[in-house]
């Protein structure tokens, strides 16, 4: 199967950062552990999300809020946790490079809230570039027919992947 970048979700992305095992997994639709805590309270809080996400036709875009603040476009992301920063900082990074790209803006920004901490994200040109090389590699990544070998990683003992792997 081949992989455009136009078939990455803002998930593929988080999990390619996080864990590129997880990731080809996803893209290829394995399924995770559907009992697992961790996907259930994801589940659940998407639920209670799901009326306030933001959805556009151009792609399978799926993020809590965006707004106008002094005269740019702001996306914010909320989290359950921070556990990993990174990919929720990447997530919302690729929100922001189809939203600019797609709708032509010239200023975009973000954030990702969880409780009281906030990491900001900026709509720089060179983070745009950064995601759209990202992008090819996830491409070319998930297209392998074979996934990676497992490699254990702090995030193994909460993933709902783990029984694939260990």
Not at 27 to 51: C, F, P, R, T, Y
Request: hydrophobic fraction near 35%; glycine fraction near 6%; charged fraction near 30%.
């Amino acid at each position: 199967m081949t992989f455009t970048p136009e078939l990455i979700s803002g998930t593929t992305v988080h999990y390619y950062v996080t864990c590129k095992r997880e990731a080809w997994l996803y893209a290829h639709k394995v399924s995770a552990d559907q009992s697992d805590e961790n996907i259930l309270m994801g589940k659940a809080l998407a639920e209670i999300k799901e009326k306030d996400l933001h959805q556009f036709p151009f792609s399978n875009l799926k993020f809590d809020k965006i707004g106008k603040e002094r005269g740019h476009y702001l996306v914010t992301e909320y989290k359950k946790s921070f556990k990993n920063p990174e990919g929720a900082k990447m997530q919302l990074l690729f929100y922001m490079y189809l939203l600019k790209k797609n709708l032509k803006l010239k200023e975009i920004n973000g954030k990702v809230i969880s409780g009281k901490k906030v990491i900001y994200v900026e709509g720089s040109e060179e983070n745009m570039q950064m995601m759209e090389k990202l992008l090819e590699e996830i491409a070319t990544f998930v297209s392998n027919p074979l996934p990676p070998k497992p490699k254990k990683i702090p995030f193994c003992k909460k993933c709902g992947y783990r029984d694939y792997c260990f």
